[in-house]
């Protein structure tokens, strides 16, 4: 009977040990699975799942282009001295690696993948990518408009779109986790990553990046078609205090909570999973160790869930760059006590944390922390059961045609009508010739930075959009390739394009601006392509000059990441457009908007100044800005934050209150009527501003509160309402207190934040009223 029994038990304890751990079990609760899996696993296993390391054949590439030395200045290319990619390889497969990034094919992402199946505890992979507009570091897949075309829409609906099919192309080819939404807001133009973000106003950033987090994660993220969202860079990267990328930012307390922090505290109630941390340090506290913002502000107070990761080799800058530590051990310590759950990337980092835990310096609790949140994420994605990508199917699920059209109706609503002298635009059909020339009218300037090189027929190009739909309206095209690097055109290619042009009858010139990280020499924007003026770099306006002698009608057509001052355009050149970084289609979009088949209704995200010497130059400046003059430069910007033409005109009306008197309680409705003037159909944005009269401490002149794309035939109106909270007219008082103070309030509505186009009211606002927050 006991040998029966003993036998019995021992059945039972096989059987037990040949079943599946919970943690694989699929039918299961995720934090179930959770924490059957934070069970089972040592230290180190935790420990492995913060390491994050750049894939194996960048980091083959990069093994043949840098030294060690220039690796810790180099933010694209990534190895490890004294660490081969063999290497790195056996370490997934012992568990000692939790994500990877630059990931590019989905052939790597599953051998990688394949690796990670083979450890222990089977962890599978999270693989992050910089998917800004699009998976565009991936050849074949959907390059949409830059992120300032985006915020040009004034539409949140492009955002999410976008996201939500970036998402669809990146878990196709093996990538689950999206470095964007970049909220910082952009405060200083000379910046190089401009194009990144959503422009100045902390509101259009906030907006537009809720819409983005919830296109990548659509609510929760769980399932196979979305991907986590990373808000990113904590914080205030858009005000450097030089322009220079990572430069030290140097901004007040206020400035810091009304201008910088919005749009995180929107993204962290939107369920954004992941944040990154800025590379620069905020008022000598490098963001990576910055305990006050990472965990007393956005973890504790605004109830942040989701996971910190680090930005590129940050952590270790904190030693070598900010000198604040004195080596990587006491770095890694000052970031993950702050709250860092991530390391991108590289070595060490493993063993400083498990050396610290071990010594009593980092707790035990904030390791299961950080694993806890990154493991829950793979759960979620689903790939502990769906690791692997069908390499078969990726055609179908990239570039299809309704991404397609998402991104040409993007670049159509983006791209922004600056002037239109005598409508020398829609082109009317003729039987006429246009020339076209610039260095980026024929070539990928239009797909921005964080692009790869994509196949040619993917990409409509300026020149052949326009040579495309020319012949539709009778025109003939000739086309002189004036030299396509901006800094070094030289001055042969200016006299033969100016001889050619004289002979058209309109000449389209395209200028701007080159973020192209895979031409780096050839860069003037983009990451960490600052400059110190805003002119159009190298001889390109002697090329416009030099076209406009000839006394041929000259179309100016901007390409380019970051705004453009050039007043001498202004005055003389009859019609200027901006395009930004329009995408695979912007060609196309272009072309349609030159020929009328499209009537443009993008608005400018941001301020364009007339030089350099005006900054800082923002919409929402303090009352005494411009108390005194400059002595050689006006105090008004060559175009104003929220402008942009159309082909047709449009009026709207003051704008009516629901009530004039206010007690803050419920919501105070604002309506307009909104009514097409113009002989065409189009889109107009309408844009609600408030001003608070009277407060305890300065006050912006104007704050966008509100917008609305609407579309109108010729002769119509509507009417328009917004809806306003009393949390829509707070601010932090001489206390820092969060509060609305009683008194009078403008509300202004119009088509830009030019006082010229807007109309305005009045109301009163009964009771001061306090808000539990900071």
Known sequence: MRIRLFILLISISMMGQNRNPLYLDSSADVEDRLSDLMSRMTLE????????????????????????????????????????????????????IGSFLHVLTATESNYLQSLAEKSKLKIPLL??????????????????????????????????????????????????????????????????????????????VGEMGVAMINGFQQNDYTGTKKVIACAKHMIAG??????????????????????HLPPYKKAIEA???????????????????????????????????GFYVSDWMDIERIEKLHYVAENFKQAT??????????????????????????????????????????????????????????????????????????ALNAARQSITLLKNHNDILPLKKANKTIFITGPNANNATTLGDWH??????????????????????????????????????????????AQQAAKADYAIVVVGENSMRYKWNQKTAGENMARADLKLPGKQLELVQAIYKTKTPVIVVLVNGRPIAEPWMQENIPAIIETWEPGSFGGQALAEILFGEVNPSGKLPLTVPRSVGQLQMVYNHKPSQYFHKYAFEKTTPLYPFGFGLSYTSFTISTPKPSKYTWD??????????????????????????????????TRPVLELKGYQKIYLKSGESKKITFALSAQD???????????????????????????????????????NIYFNEK
Not at 146 to 167: G, R, S, V
Not at 367 to 396: P, Q
Not at 664 to 676: H, I, Q, W
Request: charged share 25%.
């Open 45 to 96: 296993d935790k420990v492995a799942q913060m390491c994050q390391y750049v894939g194996l054949e960048h980091m083959k590439k990069a093994e043949k282009s840098l030294s060690p030395e220039e690796l810790l200045g180099n933010d694209a290319l990534g190895f490890y001295e004294n660490l081969h990619s063999s290497q790195v390889a056996e370490m997934v497969t012992e568990g000692k």
């Open 333 to 406: 310590f000052l970031s993950v006590d702050a709250g860092m759950d991530m390391h991108m990337h590289g070595t060490h980092f493993l063993e400083n944390v498990i050396e610290l835990v071990n010594e009593g310096r980092l707790s035990i609790e904030r390791v299961n922390e950080a694993c806890e949140k990154i493991l829950r994420a793979k759960f979620k994605l689903g790939l502990f059961e769906h690791r692997y990508v069908d390499e078969s199917d990726i055609k179908n699920q990239i570039f299809t045609p309704g991404h397609q059209k998402t």
């Open 238 to 259: 858009g005000e450097p205090i030089n322009g220079l990328n990572a430069s030290p930012m140097d901004v007040s307390e206020r400035t810091l909570y009304e201008i």
């Open 664 to 697: 803050g309680k419920d919501s105070l409705e604002v309506s307009a009527m909104v009514t097409n003037t113009g002989k065409l159909d189009g889109m107009e944005t309408v844009q609600l501003y408030i001003r608070d009269m009277y407060s305890s401490v």
């Open 729 to 767: 007219l707070a601010y932090y008082n001489i206390n820092m207190d969060y509060m609305v103070e009683e008194g009078a309030f403008s509300i202004y509505v119009g088509n830009s934040s030019d006082k010229k186009d807007l109309k305005h009211t009045q109301i009163n606002l009964t009771q």
């Open 271 to 305: 369920g954004v999973y992941s944040i990154m941390a800025a590379h620069n340090e905020l008022n000598g506290i490098p963001c990576h160790m910055h305990k006050e913002l990472m965990t007393d502000l956005m973890r504790n107070q605004w109830n942040f869930d």
């Open 452 to 497: 790869a090189e994509q196949p040619q027929e993917n990409t409509i190009t300026i020149y052949e959009g326009v040579a495309e739909l020319a012949s539709k309206y009778g025109y003939k095209t000739e086309f002189f390739d004036s030299g396509q690097n901006l800094r070094n055109i030289k001055n042969v290619q200016i006299q033969q394009a």
């Open 127 to 204: 693989i992050g990518i910089d998917a800004i507009h699009g998976n565009a570091l991936v050849s074949g897949t959907t390059v949409y408009p830059t992120p300032i075309n985006m915020a040009a829409t004034f539409d949140n609906y492009f955002p999410y779109q976008i996201a939500k099919e970036t998402a669809i192309e990146m878990r196709a080819t093996g990538s689950h986790w999206s470095f964007t939404p970049n909220i910082d807001v952009m405060r200083d133009p000379r910046w190089g990553r401009v194009g990144e973000t959503f422009g100045e106003d902390p509101y259009l």
